[in-house]
């Protein structure tokens, strides 16, 4: 980090120490995120599917909210898990 002092590029290294900070913060949640729909697509019997799409489909609704993906990208993550989810019920119904 640059050693802060007046003049006209104080605001642009606040900016990027700003920018240095939410990264690492998104980085955070991307991979809180890929483990929670990791294992909700490791899932092998319906009822641990279940209880792991609730929880990806919230991390990556959280995850929507606070910018860190796409709005639309989490909708179509959801909705293959949860198709994933559906097949693996019609299997065990079987």
Request: proline content about 0%.
């Amino acid at each position: 980090m640059a050693k802060l002092k007046t003049g006209r590029h104080t605001g642009a290294l606040k900016a990027a120490r700003q920018a240095e900070r939410k990264a690492s913060h998104n980085r955070g949640l991307r991979k809180t995120l890929r483990a929670a729909v990791k294992a909700a697509t490791q899932a092998k019997d319906q009822t641990t599917a279940q209880k792991t799409l609730g929880v990806a489909a919230s991390k990556l609704d959280k995850a929507a909210k606070k910018g860190v993906i796409h709005w639309k990208t989490a909708a179509r993550k959801k909705s293959r898990l949860a198709k994933a989810a559906n097949k693996l019920a019609a299997a065990a119904s079987k």
